[in-house]
């Protein structure tokens, strides 16, 4: 793919749009932008400019048009596919500036705000209204809502609530040609042609940038409960989750951790916790609702369910800070592993059923090829995390051999049912593996979407899939 540099007339064009301050060119200043959460991947764009208006965003996208650069649309800069890398060099568009939570609507159950606002913030500001956001990634804290959009985002709640797909409503976006459209509309229901919106959810910036968005909210629950099971194995604490949507019980949360990474979270944050010899596995159960006695007997009747699937022990959290501490243990879990060794991250998901046949495959494909992992997730949506550890590995066989094993990795998941990313998106890094999963037919037509927003490539091309234009 051939692209133009950013010449030095052309930078003083992108100047005048976003001025002096929000307006980088210098290495040193470059640095935090040319790398996200993916690993240890660096690209260094040549220009970063942060404008804080849709307009500013349709300025900047027009001069990249008309001198044919590429451009990288960037978030808060914590995912772990890469998509937010500029890996052809070009503009990255910034959106740290555009953070405002415009307004939250009580009457309609809405919440209208700019794609830089930190998810958390959104939650919060709900809370304070007794509504609820229940898109909730374990970067919460620091993630944008528009990363989160572009990639489709989950996170522990979404088991009962539905992925972020189930509140986007409607989206404000520049297009490839700098023209500014809504996707659809501020309603629960669209049945209008095709569905713009969905499309861009997922996106990964490859079609457009967004610019605001409108979601929407639910009455915040009064109550929960919090359950900590352990189990003899991971494949009995995976036995476990199917059996207890069978019988009939939906948890607002329900998360796998392996021993290993209970363990490394132990070491990292220095944090007291009585892990038991024969325990391998734990999974972490939440309920909630308006009705305690109600929450009382659904945590009864999944307690059955455990301890018919061979569950060695549970643990009822009976104060907000013994919640807060086990939900610190699962979200710390990510970087807990990466303070440990060199390692990739994994996306998969399958049918909640095949879960134990998952976990199974990725320990034998592990141990064929000299490699540990470490595994955690949303066991209720079948979404495991694989975190797979170098440790004694060698580099040859890291760098020439692991490829293989991860291909092997996702054609198990793929024959379970399953897909290669849940919630984390293609990006850079996985796009090597969408034939796996994706015949040409699909991907041809995927390539086809790209052309019609995107005739040129510019928009964060390299990611998702390779284009030729």
């Given at each position: 793919m051939e692209?133009?540099?950013?010449?030095?007339?052309?930078?003083?064009?992108?100047?005048?749009?976003?001025?002096?301050?929000?307006?980088?060119?210098?290495?040193?200043?470059?640095?935090?932008?040319?790398?996200?959460?993916?690993?240890?991947?660096?690209?260094?764009?040549?220009?970063?400019?942060?404008?804080?208006?849709?307009?500013?965003?349709?300025?900047?996208?027009?001069?990249?048009?008309?001198?044919?650069?590429?451009?990288?649309?960037?978030?808060?800069?914590?995912?772990?596919?890469?998509?937010?890398?500029?890996?052809?060099?070009?503009?990255?568009?910034?959106?740290?500036?555009?953070?405002?939570?415009?307004?939250?609507?009580?009457r309609n159950l809405q919440a209208h705000l700019q794609p830089g606002v930190i998810t958390e913030e959104l939650i919060n500001a709900a809370a304070e209204l007794n509504l609820f956001y229940p898109v909730d990634p374990a970067s919460k804290g620091s993630c944008f809502i528009g990363g989160n959009v572009s990639h489709g985002s989950g996170g522990p709640q979404v088991v009962k609530y539905g992925t972020i797909r189930e509140y986007v409503l409607n989206l404000q976006v520049v297009l490839p040609s700098g023209e500014i459209i809504w996707t659809g509309a501020n309603t629960l229901k669209f049945s209008s042609g095709y569905n713009l919106t969905q499309l861009f959810i997922g996106s990964e910036g490859t079609l457009g940038i967004i610019t605001e968005i409108v979601v929407k909210l639910i009455p915040k629950p009064k109550d929960n409960m919090l359950m900590l099971a352990s189990f003899p194995s991971n494949e009995s604490a995976c036995e476990a989750v199917s059996a207890i949507f069978r019988a009939g019980q939906t948890p607002s949360s329900l998360e796998f951790m392996e021993r290993r990474g209970v363990e490394w979270v132990i070491e990292h944050d220095n944090i007291s916790f009585n892990?038991?010899?024969?325990?391998?596995?734990?999974?972490?159960?939440?309920?909630?609702?308006?009705?305690?006695?109600?929450?009382?007997?659904?945590?009864?009747?999944?307690?059955?369910?455990?301890?018919?699937?061979?569950?060695?022990?549970?643990?009822?959290?009976?104060?907000?800070?013994?919640?807060e501490a086990l939900w610190t243990m699962r979200r710390t879990m990510a970087v807990s592993v990466k303070s440990n060794s060199i390692y990739k991250e994994e996306d998969t998901v399958v049918p909640r059923a095949e879960l134990p046949k998952l976990i199974k495959g990725i320990k034998e494909i592990g141990r064929h090829y000299g490699f540990e992992s470490v595994c955690y997730g949303h066991a209720g949506d079948g979404?495991?995390?694989?975190?797979?550890?170098?440790?004694?590995?060698?580099?040859?066989?890291?760098?020439?051999?692991?490829?293989?094993?991860?291909?092997?990795?996702?054609?198990?998941t793929i024959s379970l049912g399953g897909t290669i990313s849940g919630e984390h998106g293609i990006g850079y890094v996985q796009k090597p593996y969408m034939p796996l999963k994706f015949s040409e037919t699909h991907l041809a037509l995927m390539r086809g979407i790209k052309q019609v927003f995107d005739p040129t490539g510019i928009m964060n091309p390299g990611k998702i899939f390779d284009q030729d234009l």
């Open positions: 692209f133009n540099p950013i010449t030095p007339e052309v930078l003083a064009e992108i100047i005048t749009i976003t001025g002096d301050k929000r307006t980088f060119f210098q290495k040193d200043d470059l640095a935090r932008f040319a790398h996200d959460e993916t690993e240890d991947l660096h690209f260094y764009p040549e220009v970063v400019a942060l404008p804080e208006t849709a307009e500013e965003v349709s300025a900047l996208v027009k001069i990249c048009s008309k001198n044919l650069i590429p451009i990288t649309p960037r978030g808060a800069g914590t995912g772990l596919s890469g998509a937010a890398l500029p890996i052809y060099g070009g503009l990255v568009i910034c959106m740290e500036r555009m953070n405002r939570l415009i307004k939250i609507d009580e892990l038991a010899d024969e325990v391998e596995a734990f999974l972490l159960i939440e309920v909630d609702g308006n009705n305690l006695d109600f929450l009382l007997e659904q945590c009864e009747q999944i307690n059955i369910v455990l301890e018919e699937n061979n569950c060695m022990d549970v643990l009822l959290a009976d104060t907000a800070a013994q919640k979404n495991l995390h694989v975190n797979i550890i170098k440790s004694t590995m060698s580099d040859e066989d890291w760098n020439n051999k692991l490829s293989d094993g991860i291909k092997e990795i996702f054609n198990l």
